[in-house]
Each structure stands twice: as structure tokens, then as C-alpha cells.
């Protein structure tokens, strides 16, 4: 089992960055890919970007490219997510995802989730 607690979410206005956090902790010797992905109110949950166990490899979903980025510490079990230039269509609860295989914009393909953070963006 691995548990995932994700931090860092807030309000702030159109324009300004945020970075969160998520902390795992249980069986993190496993090399999960990790995935981030945030559902609006009425949605479905949808991918924001992903990353490798050996951080070498990531991904995004378009409408956050040369925004956000994502990077993990694995000696501190920990993934971000620095998020700029924030857009109030950004506003969500974002989750953290574990998943035993390679990164994948896909749900189904992760395991452990966390209990998400809320982001609200105003403009």
C-alpha cells in the first residue's frame, strides 16, 4: 500500500503560481511513476502531467505546457507540481497518482491516489 498526501493548494488570483506537493509514504521502494491529474466542480477527473520514477521522462496535458511543471525527490518520497501563470480554468481539486508502470495520461493505469488539494483561481 502506499499513501498519498497532497498540499500546497489555495486561492489566488489569475496570474500568480502556486506548487504542490504530494508526500508518500508505505511501500514507496517500489519505482512508481507518478501522475497529477484535477477534476472541476461538474467534470471528470482529467490528466495534468506525469512523471518517471527517474524523473527523466514527463508529460502534460496541452492546456498546461510552459506552465506547470512537474519533478519529484525521491530521497524525500515527494512529487510537485509548480504551477505559473495560474488561469481560472485552472481552478480544481488536483490529485496525486501512483502507478507501478510507466507514466501514462491514462486513470486506469494508476493504483494509489491521494485526497487532493483545492486550487481556486480568480481573475
Known amino acids: 500500500q502506499v499513501r498519498l498526501v497532497e498540499s500546497g493548494g489555495g486561492s489566488v488570483q489569475a496570474g500568480d503560481s502556486l506548487r504542490l506537493s504530494c508526500a508518500a509514504s508505505?511501500?514507496?521502494?517500489?519505482?512508481?511513476?507518478m501522475g497529477w491529474f484535477r477534476q472541476a466542480p461538474g467534470k471528470e477527473r482529467a490528466f495534468v502531467a506525469t512523471?518517471?520514477?527517474?524523473?527523466?521522462?514527463?508529460a502534460y496535458t496541452d492546456s498546461v505546457k510552459g506552465r506547470f511543471t512537474v519533478s519529484r525527490d525521491n530521497a524525500k518520497n515527494l512529487v510537485y507540481l509548480q504551477m505559473d501563470s495560474l488561469k481560472p480554468e485552472d481552478t480544481a481539486v488536483y490529485y496525486c497518482?501512483?502507478?507501478?508502470?510507466?507514466?501514462?495520461?491514462?486513470?486506469?493505469?494508476?493504483?494509489?491516489w491521494g485526497q487532493g488539494t483545492q486550487v481556486t483561481v480568480s481573475s
Open positions: 497518482a501512483a502507478s507501478v508502470g510507466v507514466p501514462s495520461s491514462h486513470r486506469e493505469r494508476y493504483t494509489y
Open positions: 508505505g511501500r514507496t521502494a517500489t519505482r512508481y511513476a
Open positions: 512523471i518517471s520514477w527517474s524523473g527523466g521522462d514527463t
